[in-house]
């Protein structure tokens, strides 16, 4: 399999310690810090790896939401994105394809607020489903995993 990096700098680095659940990220110049709960066995550092994909997903909801309201001058002041993520039976979801075994349920809760109307609502509702993150995480995914040569490891 050939690298990806063509020479480019990855879009994310993060670097931990064999001895630790506890991670730090970089994204561009910022630093982040990601850990397991106590009750993991972590020491509660940071945010763990599901709370910053929930997280993902709440931004470019809101994010989304935000841009098409300022674009079409809806009248709304504030979006806040409310998620859970858990575990569940396949036969216990009516929507899904897969009928058996488990699968991650993500639900997600947005609050509108400001003078928009119903039909503004539901449109902005509309556009929430639409965020990158939401069409990515429920569209095929390739993930393409290999060990770093011994030249570009460091």
């Known amino acids: 399999m050939a690298a990806h990096n ?15 659940f506890k991670q ?31 997280a993902s997903l709440g931004v470019c909801t809101s994010m989304t939401v935000g841009l098409y309201a300022r674009r079409e001058k809806f009248p ?16 216990d979801c009516e929507e899904c394809e897969t009928k058996q075994g488990m699968l991650d349920r993500i639900d997600v809760e947005i609050e509108l607020t400001g003078s928009v109307n119903e039909a503004q609502r539901a449109k ?26 011994k030249a570009s490891a460091s």
């Open 6 to 20: 063509d020479n480019k700098a990855p879009d994310i680095v993060v670097r931990g310690s064999a001895d630790s």
């Open 76 to 91: 709304l002041e504030n979006i806040t994105v409310s998620l859970w993520h858990s575990r569940i039976y396949a036969k």
């Open 124 to 149: 902005l509702m509309e556009i929430a489903a639409k965020c990158p993150v939401h069409r990515t995480l429920t569209s095929e995914i390739n993930i393409r995993l290999q060990e770093a040569s």
């Open 24 to 54: 730090e990220i970089t994204a561009r110049k910022h630093c982040l810090v990601a850990d397991e709960p106590v009750s993991a066995g972590g020491g509660d550092a940071g945010p763990d790896p599901y709370d910053y994909l929930l």
